[in-house]
């Protein structure tokens, strides 16, 4: 080949490459981000949590998509969706395969959507039993949505069972919520194991997005020992957000609402905005 000729096909082949990694890098920044909320203790806060930052993440213009992962169905039903007369869950998508377009639903927030869950979810670990790359099957569910959304949310239940494990391992990371009250450290050390082993084998990219404390309550000494604790323990992964104990968080979701439509200037909707814009700001 002509030297000239060389020198040009090696200046477009230079030019190719480097369009390609920054279109790569562009893709790659505008894709959702998915994060698990995760704790196999009961009680702590996980769907709480789930519904109130996806509503807050939204309202600050984020496009969400929240995921119930929990046979329990509480994050649909936050969110005012009625499970009785769903034809589509995650439960089929899962299962039978149903395109996951076909179960998400608008919900009364802007921006906001919902994939919703079952009590069929229930059975859904013993079906996927015998499946091919079982740990796999949320992940080719939801991988496909990312360009879509600013933020995936799934809502796990409080288990390690093979429906979480899909869930961490389609995630890019996982926010932990603490319970500000006794025995709150009990079971972590399980969790992050299982963290561990899933980031070892199934998801080498996950991270731990950070320990979020909830149930505060400033005028207890023993939650301000578990807060101390918990910052002594985990440092800088712990949220500076704080989610304080409100009534208020309690009431909204018999009303089908998160807490910043049912009462958007009470404390618990306050902590939830601050933790979706320091959450924002990580990703920034």
Not at 5 to 12: A, D, E, Q, R, Y
Not at 192 to 206: F, G, M, R, V
Not at 225 to 254: C, D, W, Y
């Amino acid at each position: 080949m002509h030297v000239g000729n060389l020198i040009k096909h090696f200046t477009l082949t230079y030019w190719q490459v480097y369009f390609v990694r920054v279109y790569t890098h562009f893709i790659l920044q505008n894709m959702g981000k998915i994060i698990s909320l995760a704790n196999q203790k009961g009680g702590v806060g996980k769907t709480t949590t789930a519904i109130n930052l996806a509503a807050s993440l939204a309202s600050l213009g984020k496009k969400v998509l929240l995921v119930d992962a929990d046979p329990q169905a509480n994050a649909s039903s936050g969110l005012g969706i009625d499970i009785r007369t769903l034809q589509f869950t995650i439960y089929e998508c899962l299962i039978d395969g149903v395109p996951s377009t076909q179960a998400i639903h608008p919900t009364e927030v802007e921006n906001l959507f919902v994939l919703p869950s079952h009590i069929d979810l229930v059975g859904a670990e013993i079906e996927m039993l015998n499946m091919d790359n079982r740990e796999h099957v949320m992940k080719n569910l939801l991988s496909p949505l990312k360009p879509a959304y600013d933020y995936i949310l799934i809502d796990c239940s409080p288990s390690l069972g093979l429906i979480t494990v899909n869930a961490l391992t389609a995630s890019d990371s996982v926010i932990i919520p603490v319970q500000c009250e006794y025995f709150a450290l009990e079971g972590i050390s399980k969790l992050l194991n299982t963290i561990k082993i899933i980031k070892s084998k199934l998801n080498p990219a996950l991270e731990i997005e950070g320990f979020l404390l909830t149930m505060f309550d400033n005028r207890l000494r023993l939650a301000n020992q578990v807060f101390a604790e918990v910052k002594k323990h985990f440092q800088g992964m712990v949220f500076e957000a704080v989610i304080t104990r409100n009534v208020r968080l309690s009431e909204a979701p018999s009303h089908g609402k998160p807490v910043l439509l049912y009462d958007p200037e009470s404390k618990g909707s306050c902590n939830y905005m601050d933790l979706a814009k320091e959450l924002i700001a990580k990703q920034a």
